[in-house]
């Protein structure tokens, strides 16, 4: 399982790979209370997509891998201390485009699904900026 993209990324907000093969990754979220959006302890939705985008980027798992859009829909709520499990497959490749669908599950219950458009290109997308 080697992880070629987005390694500096906190895994405590984003999730924790627990499979990467070619065209699937694999992530765990264990939601905190630092994710929380109100005292009742629902996971504000940014983090789940977070974890999804980092789900999708590690399918594809090329070193300059970006996200240039995505489709998703928010299927049910996310309550802080449920873990997240997430899987993105590569279904199609287009020259340097790739699109992955990513789904997201609490147990067994669907919380987001979507399609997620990226981008593999031959340089860091800052470029030489400073």
Do not use: W
């Amino acid at each position: 399982m080697k992880v070629s993209t987005h390694r500096r990324i906190d895994r405590e907000l984003c999730g924790e790979p627990v499979a990467v093969e070619p065209g699937r990754a694999e992530v765990l979220l264990e939601t905190t209370a630092r994710m929380a959006a109100d005292g009742r302890g629902l996971v504000h939705g940014g983090f789940l997509f977070g974890a999804a985008d980092y789900a999708a980027m590690l399918a594809v798992n090329q070193p300059y891998v970006v996200l240039g859009a995505a489709e998703t829909r928010f299927l049910a709520p996310v309550k802080v201390g449920e873990a997240i499990a997430i899987s993105a497959v590569v279904e199609g490749e287009e020259g340097r485009k790739r699109r992955v669908r990513v789904e997201a599950r609490a147990g067994t219950e669907a919380v987001l699904s979507g399609i997620f458009t990226c981008f593999v290109l031959e340089g860091h997308v800052l470029g030489n900026r400073q």
